[in-house]
């Protein structure tokens, strides 16, 4: 687990950081009801289940996530959503994100708003949330099945102008394509700077999240539900960071039970909190804690948890260290350097 400083509560010393959420999926459920009155669009009844706390199959959850991401139109629309982001962030007394968004998809694949557009409004939500004294990047996502060919077209998109607060490339979708034919494309991103991440051991097999790490050499995991010992203890040995979304899992991956995050800490994986898709599947970083301490994890897990959310933050990259970052957030300025 993480490294716990004498006589000090982790979770007084570390900022809570939001590791993984969407921003087509994190819209606020008011603004999407405006939106989409506007545009005189009717709500999907698999969102409004959702948004009731309902179960839906997957392929509702998926028309419900797209149906926000049609929403994204303009560079307003954009930055009401990083805004959406921030804003649940702040309430659950978050102090920062990491951010995963689809540019290839608005932009290209359904044609409804320019790059140059998408990224101002990113750029526009962004600086208004650290206005607030909030942390925050974005990780550029491509669709594992729609494979590699798609993958060089996000990166063919994307590199030239990248935004500085782009910090990430990573997988997501359906796990249908095998992660070692993703490494060529994880390689060029890695290139360009960026970290790697990739979906993983969700919607696939347990051996996708090894195969990720020893075959895609990705330096992140989402979710690894359903990887094996042998593979969590691969995880803790190379300090794998893993996202865990405990709403999300339970939504879209109700077949994994228990979930493993008590046994992920046990064996040393570096796990932290995400909230996923919060403005589809209701939660934020508190329900997602509360989750969590319902699995049977204590105090010192959950401190534990925020520790390693923060140390493993790439929206804190770039800070000269980690007590920097807490000072500009007003968390105490103490612990280890970065």
């Known amino acids: 687990m993480g490294e ?54 997957f392929e509702g959850f998926i028309e419900a996530f797209l149906f926000g991401a049609a929403l994204l139109d303009s560079r307003e629309a954009v930055r009401e959503a990083a805004l959406a982001v921030a804003r649940r962030t702040r309430q659950a007394g978050g102090a920062g994100f990491d951010l995963w968004a689809s540019p290839h998809f608005l932009v290209v694949h359904r044609k409804q708003i320019t790059l140059d557009a998408f990224w101002r409004g990113l750029e526009e939500g962004l600086a208004e949330a650290r206005s607030w004294g909030l942390h925050s990047c974005v990780v550029v996502d491509a669709v594992n099945h729609f494979g590699p060919s798609h993958g060089q077209a996000v990166l063919d998109l994307v590199l030239p102008g990248l935004p500085p607060f782009v910090k990430g490339f990573s997988t997501g979708g359906l796990e249908g394509c095998p992660f070692r034919d993703w490494a060529p494309i994880f390689e060029r991103a890695r290139a360009a700077g960026l970290r790697i991440a990739a979906h993983a051991g969700e919607n696939g097999p347990g051996s996708n999240v090894r195969e990720a790490v020893l075959e895609g050499d990705v330096s992140r995991i989402v979710h690894g539900l359903r990887a094996d010992d042998a593979t969590l203890e691969l995880l803790a040995e190379r300090r794998i960071p893993v996202d865990v979304c405990p709403s999300s899992n339970r939504a879209l991956a109700a077949d994994v039970d228990p979930h493993p995050l008590p046994r992920m800490l046990r064996v040393g994986v570096r796990c932290a909190l995400g909230t996923d898709d919060p403005g589809v599947i209701p939660c934020d970083l508190g329900t997602e804690a509360a989750a969590a301490r319902r ?39 103490s612990g280890p350097s970065r």
């Not at 405006?34 to 698999?46: E, I, K, Q």
């Not at 929206?315 to 980690?322: I, M, Q, R, T, W």
């Open 4 to 57: 716990h400083h004498a006589g000090v509560n982790p979770a007084l010393l570390f900022p809570l950081i939001d590791r993984h959420t969407h921003l087509e999926g994190s819209l606020d459920p008011g603004w999407v009801h405006l939106a989409s009155d506007r545009r005189g669009l009717a709500l999907p009844a698999s969102l409004q289940s959702l948004w009731s706390g309902a179960a839906v199959p």
């Open 295 to 333: 699995m049977g994890l204590d105090d010192a897990a959950l401190a534990t948890l925020q520790q390693n959310g923060a140390e493993d933050a790439w929206c804190l990259l770039g800070e000269d260290s980690l007590p920097s970052a807490l000072q500009s957030s007003g968390m105490p300025d």
